[in-house]
């Protein structure tokens, strides 16, 4: 499975951006996913994890309330709406890949994760 994330770029405070995540190899599907970002000079965060069927979802605390994330109708894909962004939502936005659903300290831990995509970079200016 091959992860590659796109949607990053400037954005005043309070707007929005929408990631992607689109995957290639055929087991993509039945995948749950994540996303996780870095903000400058701080290490990894959770921000939002999906399981394959879209149907159960868990947020970091920083993202509860603004970000969405979901799968497109066909499951290669996987969103994260992000909404009245702040500045220090800033940072370097990864999505990740793994074949079994954890309890939540366990999807909110990067080092479980097999696949890896290369991140986006978000800034948000105040």
């Known amino acids: 499975v091959q992860l590659q994330a796109s949607g990053g770029g400037l954005v005043q405070a309070g707007g929005s951006l929408r990631l992607s995540c689109a995957a290639s190899g055929s087991t993509f599907s039945r995948h749950h996913t994540a996303w996780f970002r870095q903000p400058p000079g701080k290490e990894r965060e959770f921000v939002a994890a999906?399981?394959?069927?879209?149907?159960?979802?868990y947020y970091g605390d920083s993202a509860k309330g603004r970000f969405t994330i979901s799968r497109g109708n066909a499951k290669d894909t996987v969103y994260l709406q992000m909404n009245s962004l702040k500045p220090e939502d800033t940072g370097v936005y990864s999505c990740a890949a793994r074949t079994t659903w954890a309890i939540r300290p366990a999807m909110m831990n990067g080092y479980n994760y097999d696949y890896w995509g290369q991140g986006t970079k978000v800034t948000v200016s105040s």
């Open positions: 999906i399981t394959w069927s879209g149907e159960i979802t």
